[in-house]
């Protein structure tokens, strides 16, 4: 069996500012029978996230692109995945793919069908950028005291809406900073005491000291740049920061110099300033899914998704990222 093509997205260029359509070629592969202890694949949904804009983060040139897939088992020489089981697996921008040994089934997990949730969840609110949230405010921004400012950027995002939710959750005044009135409104409808839409505000320096009277206890930044130094200069004594993301930098052709910020304000305010990766925290997943999943049946966090349509539709779905044109996770259904 197999007799079956399987479209993938490859990189033929090295990305330079904005990636490019023509940095990529769609290619088509027949994919060989299956051999025992294998399976087959077929794609249902697909994520896009900013780290895939790293040329030393994305597969080599040549390589289909990196990443997460919801996909179904469509053929199986494997007894423990039946045809019909769906799966949560790093296939990459690929239609259908061939699963093979224990190498690649050490990152392949069935989603549970008990979960009420849309399959896509799996790739968003309960997937890496769920976690990235909870662990990256829980364990970083660590919330102490009821009441404390926490200031999130690109919060209508997939990591930043939840960031800020959970905030609100562990007692914390939340501000949000966007790219667009219609995300601010969004903002609001999720509980943010107050959100600002920085392409259109006179100075950020000023809606901080507006939003922020008693200034920023916890910082949890996606942007980074200018914006990362702005919120550093208002924190206070004892601050946190949680260095999730750095998207303004993400297609700069050149390379920003470091911090505009006197080690002097860092020392003097004793700030806390920590990068981390979400994977570090791999063997706690399930756990914060399991708590996450229950916030969102009893109606105290709420996820977006927005949903591009068809295999074909990947790039416009991945530089919408950079164009800020998503609410909530950006995923395509295949
Ligand atoms: N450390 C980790 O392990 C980890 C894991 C996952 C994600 N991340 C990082 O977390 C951040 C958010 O990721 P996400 O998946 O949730 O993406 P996202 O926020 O859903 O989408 C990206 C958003 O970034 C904003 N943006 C794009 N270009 C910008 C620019 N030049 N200046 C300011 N804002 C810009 C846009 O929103 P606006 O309309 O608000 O501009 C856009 O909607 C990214 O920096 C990502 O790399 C880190």
Redesign the pocket.
């Known amino acids: 069996m197999s007799g079956v093509k399987a479209r993938s997205w490859i990189k033929v260029k090295e990305f330079v500012g904005l990636p490019k359509r023509d940095d990529f070629k769609i290619v088509e592969k027949e994919l060989p029978a299956l051999k025992d202890g294998e399976f087959l694949v077929e794609g249902l949904w697909n994520t896009v996230?900013?780290?895939m804009r790293s040329n030393e983060l994305s597969n080599k040139l040549g390589s289909p692109m990196p990443g997460g897939q919801v996909a179904k088992v469509t053929q199986s020489k494997d007894k423990n995945f039946a045809v019909g089981d769906v799966v949560l697996g790093p296939f990459g921008w690929t239609s259908h793919s061939i699963c093979d040994g224990p190498a690649s089934l050490m990152k392949i997990i069935k989603l549970d069908p008990t979960i009420p949730l849309p399959q896509s969840t799996a790739l968003g609110i309960l997937g890496?950028?769920g976690a990235?949230s909870y662990f990256g405010l829980l364990d970083i921004c660590k919330p102490i005291k009821e009441g404390e400012t926490l200031l999130v950027?690109?919060a209508?995002?997939?990591?930043?809406s939840a960031v800020g939710q959970i905030g609100k959750i562990k007692g914390m005044r939340v501000v949000g900073f966007?790219?667009?009135d219609e995300?601010v409104a969004y903002l609001k409808s999720l509980g943010f005491d107050a959100a600002y839409n920085y392409k259109t505000i006179p100075s950020l320096e000023a809606a901080i000291k507006e939003s922020c009277p008693n200034g920023v206890d916890a910082f949890f930044d996606?942007?980074g740049g200018d914006?990362f130094d702005t919120v550093l200069r208002q924190m206070n004594t004892f601050g946190r920061v949680s260095v999730?993301?750095?998207?303004?930098q993400y297609n700069a052709l050149e390379p920003r110099k470091g911090i505009d910020v006197s080690s002097i304000t860092l020392i003097v305010k004793q700030l806390k300033i920590e990068g981390?990766?979400?994977t570090r925290w791999l063997d706690q997943w399930q756990g914060a899914f399991k708590e996450m999943a229950q916030w969102i049946q009893e109606g105290k966090l709420k996820y977006r998704e927005t949903v591009f349509e068809g295999f074909d539709s990947m790039y416009d779905a991945f530089v919408s990222?950079?164009k800020?044109d998503?609410i909530g996770?950006?995923v395509v259904k295949i």
């Open positions: 996230d900013p780290y890496m950028p990235t950027n690109a209508a995002g997939a990591v930043g966007a790219g667009s995300k996606n942007v914006f999730c993301g750095a998207i303004s981390f990766i979400v990222l950079f800020g998503n996770k950006v």
